[in-house]
């Protein structure tokens, strides 16, 4: 089975452009997360979605950010335009039981903004 | 403001000295703690869910302890690896609704 997957794993942008990340959940997971870990600094939470409705966006940092889960499969994070502090790991995880979050992670996409 | 503390922050231990660290939450409101091993590069890999007090879990030779009364949970690693050689990440979950809430991680490195 194959596990959750996100790409691109690397992205290197300027300040002011625009970047999409992607992420492929585990098929049959509704439960789809984002996250956030800037250097040394703890994974913040940035949102859930339950099939293709958000549930808790609550992280999200600003209206750069854009997360769409269009017919509750793979999801993309948009960033525009994207900022020096935007620089971070983002981790995308699914689940099949929302309640106790376990969660399977992608290997992350590392974002740098220069 | 809910916080979750980890310590210490990076920890080298001798191959073949087992070692712990620990994970601090709040006392309050307590419904999950999560451990999550991360290798750089790679996905942060599901080590426990803990949801009692007193529970016990162990998975080889990494086992984790859970005081919900105190807000502590320590992890154990008996007779360390170099693979064991990662970021041990904790997230506590207050809720059923909520989401986690992820402390720094300790990292810890493996001295051959």
């Known amino acids: ?15 002011g452009q ?17 996250y956030r870990r800037v250097m040394g600094k703890e994974i913040k939470f940035l949102l859930h979605f339950v099939k293709e409705s958000k549930q808790d966006e ?21 960033v525009q335009p994207a ?18 979050g376990e969660a399977f992670f992608g290997q992350g996409t590392r974002l740098t903004v220069v | 403001i809910l916080n979750v ?5 990076s920890l080298h231990v001798q191959e073949g000295d087992s070692t712990n660290f620990t994970c601090s939450f709040p006392s309050s409101n307590f419904y999950a703690l999560h451990w999550y091993r991360w290798e750089t590069a790679k996905s942060p890999e599901a080590l426990f869910v803990m949801t009692l007090n007193g529970d016990e879990k162990k998975k080889g030779r990494i086992s984790a302890t859970l005081n919900t009364k105190e807000g502590y949970s320590y992890l154990y690693i008996k007779g360390s690896q170099p693979e064991d050689s990662a970021t041990y990440l904790c997230a506590f979950k ?12 300790t990292k810890l490195i493996i001295k051959p």
């Not at chain 1, 089975?1 to 300040?15: C, D, L, N, R």
């Not at chain 1, 950010?65 to 999801?75: D, I, N, V």
């Not at chain 2, 503390?5 to 922050?9: D, L, T, V």
């Open chain 1, 1 to 15: 089975e194959a596990g959750v997957t996100q790409f691109p794993s690397h992205s290197v942008i300027e300040k």
């Open chain 1, 18 to 34: 625009t970047v999409t990340l992607r992420c492929d959940p585990i098929s049959g997971h509704d439960n789809l997360y984002w």
């Open chain 1, 58 to 78: 609550s992280g999200m940092p600003n209206n750069r950010f854009l997360a769409e889960r269009t017919g509750g499969t793979y999801s993309t994070l948009k």
């Open chain 1, 83 to 100: 900022e020096l502090e935007d620089s971070g790991v983002y981790f995308c995880a699914s689940s099949q039981d929302g309640r106790y």
């Open chain 2, 5 to 9: 503390e980890q310590s210490p922050q």
């Open chain 2, 94 to 105: 207050r809720d059923s609704n909520y989401q986690l809430i992820w402390g720094a991680g």
